[in-house]
């Protein structure tokens, strides 16, 4: 019974897969899609388009700092079990940590907006 049914699953599966191959084969390449983009001619625009190295530094810094605060959430959740002034310790030296961060950001000029 256990082999018949693995069976019918094994079938049922391996024709799914047929059927999807099947049904998502492109038979039609269209021209545009398959040459190369621009090749040849003249750029209708400029390729480099201006961008603000202060813009991306905040948001390294933004993303930095936002994977840190996640990393907070665990450490709510184990104020359940563990020791209030170990809880206390890891917390505010994880904190203290990001402060250091910060100010040394602020220090090297990355949060200036200035230029």
């Not at 391996?14 to 398959?34: A, H, N, P, Q, Y």
């Not at 625009?45 to 840190?68: G, H, K, N, T, W």
């Amino acid at each position: 019974m256990i082999i018949l049914i693995m069976t019918v699953i094994l079938l049922l599966s391996m024709m799914m897969m047929l059927t999807t191959s099947i049904i998502s084969m492109k038979v039609i390449m269209d021209r545009e899609k398959s040459s190369p983009f621009e090749c040849g001619f003249d750029p209708v625009s400029s390729a480099r388009m201006p961008f603000s190295l202060q813009f991306f530094l905040i948001a390294v810094i933004f993303l930095i700092f936002d994977v840190e605060i996640t990393l907070l959430f665990p450490i709510i959740m184990t104020m359940k079990i563990s020791n209030i002034y170990s809880f206390m310790f890891i917390s505010t030296l994880f904190i203290y940590v990001l402060m250091i961060g910060l100010f040394y950001e602020w220090h090297q000029g990355a949060l200036d907006w200035s230029y």
